[in-house]
């Protein structure tokens, strides 16, 4: 169990200085997961089942469930209930090894409780030794009081709720889901207009169900990373490598949702695009907490090697944040972050599905 006291390993009185005993250990940098929706309320559990007896993720949205059930339970939820849920997930990620997560609003669809989830966030941030990256999701399904002027919505995310959560500074990039149960292309870009303008990151939740060009759109704005991709065409492929950005995958939603269209891993090494693997948890396509079964995943579903899944929870997990110049390698000059693993090989990570063997996690420079 980690300490929830930090530590710093510095020299001390005696000029002595502590040390780790990392024989025969593995020190990797600690772990991104760099796309989570792990505030929400409620849970999804019933259409599990309703799943189970073959209904499809997109019938289930369709007749109300779905996000909308989230939605629903998201708003009926206080602060502090919230933030209770939320931290037994993120101090579970913690435990594996996780050092920075990225956390996506997007269950709230409305003003109050959009806010509400990113001070949530903005708590974990506080009260976690993890680096919380915000993003605001306001785009990420059609609330029901705007269900006959989708428009009127997409304005109120860029007229009002954009600008707000610009002057509170409590998210850093916006992420749209770009899909025939989310937003079309035009209310995208209008998101995305709106969002550079004022200095925010873009991602986009892309091709996860359908190919909707949005990857293309995202590569246009600069974003930083497309996510899902299963129905990415090689035109969508070769926007991104045009344009320098990650593709982030995420097994859990393509296993729980039994997809079988898989995401062009080929396409991605041979155009040298960098891959990045999170967990996507949250409670509908991806409920899934354990970072080292999304990591086997990956190999098996995705034919990823364990160099690549690797890569794709430090380095490439930083590119998919924009923040690769201090975090996911070890180098002088990057943050401290880092978990010490008793394995024989980094293989192993991938492979001992269940087991989760860190023995020390430090985060900027602190032992936890
Ligand atoms: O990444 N695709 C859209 N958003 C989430 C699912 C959210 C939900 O079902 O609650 C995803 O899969
Ligand atoms: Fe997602």
């Given amino acids: 169990m980690l300490s929830t006291n ?5 020299p001390t009185k005696s000029n002595q200085i502590s040390t780790i005993d990392c024989k025969n250990k593995w020190i990797l940098p600690g772990f991104i997961d760099c796309h989570t929706h792990l505030v929400w309320g409620g849970s999804r559990s019933n259409e599990f089942e309703m799943r189970l007896n073959g209904a499809t993720y997109e019938e289930i949205s369709k007749k109300g469930g779905g996000i909308f059930s989230t939605v ?8 502090d209930e919230l933030y209770v849920s939320a931290s037994k997930r993120i101090a579970f990620l913690l435990s594996q090894g996780v050092t920075t997560v990225e956390i996506k609003s997007g269950y709230g669809l409305d003003l109050k409780t959009e806010l509400k989830m990113l001070s949530v966030i903005d708590r974990l941030n506080q009260t976690f030794p993890i680096t919380v990256h915000p993003t605001f999701l306001g785009a990420h399904a059609l609330p029901p009081e705007f269900k006959s002027c989708p428009d009127k919505y997409i304005d109120l995310v860029v007229n009002t709720m954009l600008p707000q959560i610009k002057n509170q500074g409590i998210a850093t990039a916006v992420d749209v889901f770009c899909e025939n149960i989310g937003f079309n292309l035009k209310q995208t870009e209008k998101v995305f207009k709106a969002a ?5 990151n873009v991602k986009l939740h892309a091709e996860q169900l359908s190919d909707s060009n949005g990857t293309a759109l995202a590569t246009k704005y600069g974003a930083l990373s497309c996510d899902h991709l299963e129905y990415l065409s090689e035109a969508g492929v070769e926007q991104m490598a045009k344009h320098d950005v990650t593709a982030v995958l995420l097994p859990g939603a393509f296993y729980f949702l039994k997809e079988t269209k898989k995401p062009p891993v080929a396409l991605f090494r041979n155009h040298r695009i960098p891959m990045a693997i999170s ?6 396509s991806s409920p899934i907490h354990s970072l080292n079964l999304i990591l086997n995943m990956a190999c098996l579903l995705f034919d990823m090697t364990c160099e690549e899944v690797i890569l794709g929870v430090t380095i490439n997990g930083a590119k998919a944040l924009g923040i690769e110049d201090s975090k996911g390698s070890i180098e002088v000059g990057k943050d401290a972050d880092l978990a010490l693993w008793d394995i024989d090989a ?3 990570l991938c492979y001992l599905t269940g087991l989760t063997p860190v023995k020390t996690v430090m ?3 602190l032992i936890q």
């Fill in 72 to 79: 629903q339970a998201t708003r009926n939820a206080s602060e």
């Fill in 196 to 200: 550079k303008n004022l200095g925010f």
């Fill in 6 to 10: 930090p530590t710093r390993l510095n």
């Fill in 363 to 365: 985060i900027n420079g």
């Fill in 279 to 284: 967990t996507d948890l949250n409670p509908g």
């Fill in 346 to 348: 980094p293989s192993d």
